[in-house]
């Protein structure tokens, strides 16, 4: 059974660029959750969907946004880059997203400069 | 504010010393308390899920527990391939999210 697949896993962006990450879950998972992962902040969770809707955003500013689409695979996209965006992106997905167990992946290393 | 704290932040220990990591956690409503091991430049791999107070889980030489306050991951003679960071998460009541704590680190020299 194929894990969760992140691309690219490498990214180096421009201020003022915009990226997009994409995710493949688990064949089967329908929830596709992001998290950012810095040294100062740790994990925090970004957003999550579930069947194509959004059910639940972290505290991020606008420049953030994702989607879902229909055979569940996920893109994040990141806006106007500042160098503090620059972090560890992580996908998980699950069955269902609510106390099911979830899956990373290997993640997208973004470096802005 | 439902908040996970873990300890200690780093933990260095020889081959075959037996430790225990802890997770702290204060929450409105426990749905779930997941343990994952994250080795430098990788995403998080699952270990074990917790849902209710007494409940232990084991897998190797990693052994798990719950109570209503508190989880801990028991390490029963470790290997240096068992040095990682290793993450406690929280999933709250009615929140499709997990809540990370900061992690420990632990390196198990040879």
């Known amino acids: 059974k194929a894990g969760v697949t992140q691309t690219p896993r490498y990214l180096i962006k421009t201020r003022g660029q915009q990226v997009t990450l994409s995710c493949s879950p688990i064949?089967?998972?329908?929830?596709v959750s992001w998290y950012q992962q810095t040294p100062g902040q740790g994990l925090q969770f970004l957003f999550e969907?579930?069947?194509?809707?959004?059910?639940n955003k972290g505290n991020f500013p606008g420049r953030f946004s994702g989607r879902q689409f229909s055979n569940s695979r996920s893109e994040m996209n990141v806006s106007t880059l500042e160098l503090g965006d620059s972090a560890l992106y992580l996908c998980?997905?699950?069955?269902?997203?609510?106390?099911?167990?979830?899956?990373f992946g290997q993640g997208t290393r973004l470096t802005v400069v | 504010e439902d908040q996970v704290t873990q300890s200690p932040e780093a933990l260095r220990l020889q081959e075959g010393e037996s430790s225990s990591l802890n997770c702290s956690y204060t929450?409105?409503?426990?749905?779930?308390l997941f343990w994952y091991r994250q080795d430098p430049g990788k995403g998080p791999e699952f270990l074990f899920t917790?849902?209710?107070a007494g409940e232990e889980k084991e897998k190797e030489r990693l052994k798990a527990t719950l109570t209503k306050k508190e989880s801990f991951l028991h390490i029963t003679a470790p290997k240096p391939e068992d040095s990682a960071t290793y993450l406690c998460?929280?999933?709250?009541?009615?929140?499709?999210?997990?809540?990370f704590g900061q992690g420990t680190r632990l390196t198990i020299n040879p």
């Open positions: 998980a997905s699950s069955q269902t997203g609510g106390g099911t167990e979830a899956f």
């Open positions: 064949s089967g998972h329908r929830s």
């Open positions: 969907y579930f069947s194509e809707t959004q059910r």
């Open positions: 929450v409105s409503g426990l749905r779930g």
């Open positions: 917790l849902y209710s």
């Open positions: 998460a929280l999933q709250i009541q009615g929140a499709q999210k997990l809540v």
